[in-house]
């Protein structure tokens, strides 16, 4: 490889993996792409074993197309529906214990910092309700306290999908599933809030009906988190299967779920919104000058 560690150094490409190559020919290596174009360039997630219709699926998807910077992150994962799509993927994925997320995330952090202090390495945590806010809540508070620079996505589903239909901290109060048969007896955790008490520097809740405004969120928490400190993602991706959902409705309930309970919702600090001020400004410069 050549000091352009992305580029292949002549003479080497015809020996490296074909994937690894397209990814930099046809895909988002060293470059940056348009998620509106998923489909027509080589992408990090090609395959995955998850369920047809499976909005979960789609937003790993989705979230892999929206990274600033894909070959210089690495992903953390644990048990749960999305490692089933996290651990097929074209870029590096650690599989957690379950609920400890966000603590092997902290001290790899740390450790990129040490290993690479003249480069940005992204860190991404995406686990599920279970997770991260029911077994995993401790560790997913103390990494926002102790001000950890990596970003937190949490895909809710809205049950334990992968063990069986289990209520979890997450599923709506009164909800039916087939281990909760006599319904939930309190309300959905409000994990938004917990971040922004936390001290999250940038916190998301979105329901994925509209792919240009996830890829715009998850590259501002990617960058936020780079700077300033803990970040915050809490998306809805519908677990068709507990659920009962129709394959070919699952966009349907999306966005009738975003009108009821997922309005988009988007909380920053001041120094974070100055900061994504000034790099729109430096773009729309960028592209006046073309």
Same mark, same amino acid.
């Given at each position: 490889m050549g000091l352009k560690y992305i580029q292949p150094? @002549? =003479?080497?490409? +015809?020996?490296? @993996? *074909?994937?690894? &190559?397209d990814l930099i020919d046809f895909g988002p290596f060293g470059k940056e792409v348009d998620v509106q174009y998923m489909g027509q360039y080589k992408e990090i997630l090609e395959e995955h074993p998850m369920c047809a219709g499976c909005w979960m699926?789609?937003? &790993?998807? &989705?979230?892999y197309a929206s990274l600033p910077n894909p070959e210089d992150t690495i992903v953390i994962g644990t048990a749960g529906c999305a490692r089933l799509a996290l651990s097929q993927a074209a870029v590096p994925f650690i599989y957690g214990n379950y609920g400890d997320t966000n603590a092997v995330a902290s001290g790899l952090t740390r450790a990129l910092n040490i290993r690479f202090p003249d480069k940005n390495k992204d860190v991404v945590v995406v686990a599920?309700? =279970? =997770?991260?806010m029911d %077994? =995993?809540? /401790?560790? #997913?508070l103390h990494s926002w306290f102790r001000k950890e620079k990596f970003t937190t996505i949490m895909v809710d589903n809205e049950v334990y999908g992968n063990t069986g239909g289990q209520e979890s901290g997450m599923s709506p109060k009164g909800v039916q599933l087939k281990m909760a048969p006599k319904g939930k007896k309190f309300e959905?955790? @409000?994990a938004t809030e917990l971040a922004k008490l936390a001290g999250c520097v940038y916190v998301v809740k979105i329901a994925p009906t509209n792919i240009k405004r996830v890829a715009k969120v998850i590259k501002r928490a990617v960058l936020a988190a780079r700077h300033f400190g803990p970040t915050f993602i809490h998306?809805? #991706? /519908?677990?068709? %299967?507990e659920y009962s959902i129709p394959t070919e409705e699952v966009l349907k309930d999306a966005r009738e779920r975003e009108k009821k309970d997922f309005g988009f919702e988007e909380y920053m600090t001041d120094e974070v919104r100055e900061y994504f001020e000034? %790099? +729109?400004? *430096?773009? *729309?410069?960028?592209k006046a000058k073309k």
């Open positions: 150094a @002549p =003479g080497f490409k +015809e020996y490296l @993996p *074909k994937d690894y &190559v699926a789609y937003f &790993v998807r &989705v979230f599920g309700d =279970g =997770g991260l %077994i =995993g809540f /401790s560790m #997913t959905k955790i @409000p998306a809805y #991706t /519908s677990c068709n %299967i000034e %790099i +729109e400004k *430096k773009e *729309k410069e960028a």
